[in-house]
């Protein structure tokens, strides 16, 4: 199972080089799971696009869709927002970023993002990650 995130989904709906990469990794018929703030976080993305990359409203439209149709199961935030909370103060790091690593940790998903912060926090904590980076080549350790 996939746990997807907003930058994965970003990443691949507009097949950039991590995007193509992510979507290589995806095995036919492995189901996809998001949260429903996924579709909050993805509308944001798009609409910062047009302002700041001159994507046309179309074209993020397009995107957004093609974002959310990859997704097979959307899970309530209801669901997992104490844990969340819980865990993003623990771990002192961000509350959005949480409800995917909580997802992916309770459903023993492996968690598809192009995040760097998460994707250390979720090598340093046990949680099934996809990594694009070399990181020794980048100096930062999984500490």
């Not at 989904?9 to 979507?23: N, S």
């Not at 995107?63 to 771990?91: N, T, V």
């Not at 995040?115 to 080549?137: A, F, Q, S």
Request: aromatic share 10%; glycine share 4%; hydrophobic share 40%.
């Amino acid at each position: 199972m996939i746990v997807l995130d907003s930058c994965a989904l970003v990443e691949i709906a507009r097949q950039t080089e991590d995007g193509l990469a992510l979507k290589e990794l995806m095995f036919r018929n492995e189901k996809a799971i998001s949260c429903d703030l996924v579709r909050a976080e993805l509308a944001s993305v798009f609409r910062k696009l047009t302002r700041t990359q001159g994507l046309s409203t179309e074209c993020a439209a397009d995107y957004f869709r093609q974002s959310l149709q990859i997704i097979d199961d959307f899970y309530p935030i209801e669901d997992l927002q104490s844990e969340a909370f819980r865990e993003s103060i623990r771990l002192n790091h961000s509350a959005y970023d949480m409800f995917y690593f909580v997802l992916a940790r309770r459903t023993g998903g492996t968690l598809y993002t192009t995040d760097r912060k998460l994707m250390r926090l979720c090598l340093n904590n046990g949680v099934n990650c996809v990594t694009l980076i070399n990181w020794d080549e980048e100096g930062l350790g999984l500490s």
